[in-house]
C-alpha cells in the first residue's frame, strides 16, 4: 500500500508559493450615527504585487481601470452613505468573470477569516488534527471502508477520481480530507465565507477566492467527482475540489503557480481613530469597535442581501443530519449576551436599501 506523505506536503505548503494570487482589498470604516452603527466602504484597491502569471497580470491592469471608475461613497440610498458590500463584492466578480479568457471557467471559494488557503487534513490545534492521524491516514481510511462498504470504498489510488470522490464522503460526514470545497456558483461561496462570521481580532477578515479552471481539465490541483447518495452536497453546492493529494515539487517550489483572484473585506483605521491624545490601549480599543462595527455589518448586510435571493445556508446541506444540525445551530439560545449585538446591528439600516 502506497502512503500518502501528507506530513511532508503540510510542512512544504505555503499559499504564496502555489498559488499567484491578485489581491483586492474592500476598505471598510465604521460610521457611528447616533444609535446607528453601521459600515461606510471607504474605496477599493489592488494590492501592488509581482505576478509571474500572464493572466493574473492581463487582470490586474484592466481591473485597476475599472476600479477607477467605481465611487463607492456614492449614496445608494437615502439610509446609505456608501455602495453596499454585496453589490461591491458582486461588482468585482462580475468584472473578473468578463476579463476570464476564453479557454477558461470560473471556480469560487469564501472563507470566514484570512487564514492560508489548506485542506482540513493540514490544519493543527484546537480545529486541526495531530500528526498521528496525518501519519496513519491511509489506514484509518482503510479502516473506515472496511466497517461501512456499504457507504466507502478505499482507493489507494493518490489524485484518482476514485479515490477523491470516497474522500469527498469523509468531507462530507466530517472528516479531514486533503480536499478543500470550490463551488461554479458565487452566491454559494459568498454563503460559506458569511455563514459562520464572527469578529475576532485575529484573522477577523472574511474573503472571497476567484479560481480560473481550464476547460481542456489540464488542471493541476483541480478534480471534480460524482455525485453519490452519501455526498449529495455536491451536488446542492455545484461543487468540485482542489484535491491537495496533487501537490507536487514543481507546485511547492513555484515553479507552476495557480492562477487566482482574491478579494478581502477589510478594515481601514478611520481619521481621528489614532490620534496622539488617546492612551495607547483606548486607541486599540476604539480602533477594535471600528473595526467589529464595520465588518459584521458589512458581513450580515450580505447573508441578508442573499437571503433576500433566496440563498440560505440550510439549502446547502440536503442530507438529513446535516439540515438538522444547521435548523438546530440556527435556532440554538446558547449565544452568550455579548454576542447578541453582532446579530442585531441595526438590521432595518442593514438591510435598507441596495
Keep these: ?5 501528507y506530513r511532508s506536503k503540510m510542512i512544504n505548503y ?20 447616533g444609535d446607528n452603527k453601521i459600515y461606510i466602504i471607504e474605496k477599493i484597491d489592488v494590492k501592488n504585487d509581482e505576478h509571474t502569471d500572464g493572466i493574473v497580470k492581463k487582470i490586474e491592469e484592466k481591473l485597476k481601470k475599472t476600479i477607477l471608475d467605481i465611487d463607492t461613497r456614492s449614496f445608494q440610498s437615502h439610509v446609505r452613505k456608501s455602495w453596499s458590500s454585496f453589490y461591491t463584492l458582486k461588482e468585482l466578480i462580475d468584472t473578473i468573470c468578463e476579463l476570464t479568457p476564453e479557454g477558461y471557467i470560473n471556480y469560487y471559494r469564501g472563507q470566514s477569516g484570512d487564514w492560508e488557503l489548506k485542506p482540513t487534513l493540514f490544519r493543527t490545534g484546537e480545529t486541526g488534527y495531530s500528526e498521528e492521524f496525518r501519519g496513519n491516514y491511509d489506514k484509518i481510511f482503510q479502516s473506515i471502508a472496511q466497517k461501512f462498504p456499504d457507504e466507502i470504498k478505499y482507493c489507494p489510488d493518490q489524485g484518482s477520481d476514485d ?3 470516497n ?3 469523509l468531507q462530507h460526514y466530517g472528516l479531514g480530507t486533503p480536499l478543500v470545497d470550490i463551488t461554479q456558483n458565487p452566491f454559494i461561496a459568498m454563503l460559506f465565507m458569511v455563514g459562520d462570521y464572527k469578529f475576532v481580532n485575529k484573522h477577523s477578515a472574511p474573503r472571497f477566492d476567484v479560481f480560473f479552471v481550464k476547460e481542456n481539465n489540464k488542471n493541476t490541483l483541480f478534480q471534480e467527482v460524482s455525485t453519490s447518495h452519501y455526498n449529495q452536497r455536491i451536488s446542492a453546492q455545484k461543487g468540485a475540489f482542489l484535491n491537495f493529494e496533487k501537490l507536487n515539487d514543481d507546485l511547492m517550489h513555484g515553479d507552476e503557480k495557480i492562477s487566482k483572484v482574491t478579494i478581502n473585506l477589510i478594515y481601514n483605521v478611520t481619521p481621528g481613530e489614532d490620534d496622539d491624545w488617546l492612551p495607547p490601549d483606548d486607541a486599540k480599543t476604539t480602533q477594535t469597535n471600528g473595526a467589529k462595527v464595520a465588518l459584521t455589518s458589512a458581513v450580515k448586510d450580505i447573508e441578508q442581501k442573499l437571503k433576500s435571493f433566496h440563498y440560505v445556508s440550510t439549502d446547502l446541506f ?10 438546530k445551530k440556527k435556532h440554538s439560545n446558547s449565544l ?12 432595518e439600516i442593514i438591510s435598507a436599501g441596495t
Design 318 to 327: 440536503p442530507d438529513f443530519y446535516k439540515y438538522l444540525e444547521m435548523l
Design 336 to 347: 452568550n449576551a455579548e454576542d447578541v449585538p453582532w446579530y442585531q446591528i441595526n438590521n
Design 1 to 5: 500500500m502506497v502512503v500518502a506523505d
Design 163 to 165: 479515490r477523491a470522490s
Design 167 to 169: 474522500l469527498a464522503v
Design 14 to 33: 505555503h499559499e504564496k508559493d502555489v498559488f499567484d494570487t491578485l489581491n483586492v482589498n474592500i476598505n471598510l470604516t465604521a460610521s457611528f450615527d
